[in-house]
């Protein structure tokens, strides 16, 4: 059976960007005698890197995101793989406020309309309430309008043809 995207399959620059952002803040810098990486230097790249050192297929892509394709029954251990190499960077300490995730929301609710008028069945997004507790509680809300256009589209050339019609939010 060929690998089934699973439900962590994409995530969105924003993750990204806010990594890099709190980090920033917190984060003195990479000393002479720290092994790991900047944290702070590129998420995406920073995951894929430690990902793939697991034995997952993990890709970044250009958008400054990266994706992952894994069995649905290797869900679990992807997901405690993720968070350990979340960890091993200091990326678990992640805060998104609400303001941040409703935020975030609009943008994705406006993009997914978007997608649909180019054709794609995107689902119908959660309430507003269920997608913010999610984000703000640490984890990504399983609603992911581009994650359903990588299924959809036929060819990488598609996902960049819709992506450049409805840009993928990356900011809050």
Known sequence: MPPMIGKHRLFVALIAAVAAMALAGC??????????????????TNMVNCLAAKGWDVQRNPDGTYSSRYPDEQSDQYDADVAACRAQFGYEELAVTEEQASNFYDKLVASAECLRGLGYDISDPPSRQSYVET?????????APYTELLEMAGSAAEVQEAEAACPQPSTW
């Open 135 to 143: 984000l703000v509680g640490g984890e990504l809300p399983d609603w």
């Open 27 to 44: 984060s003195g810098g990479k000393s002479a005698t720290d092994p790991q990486p900047d944290p702070t230097s590129d998420y995406a």
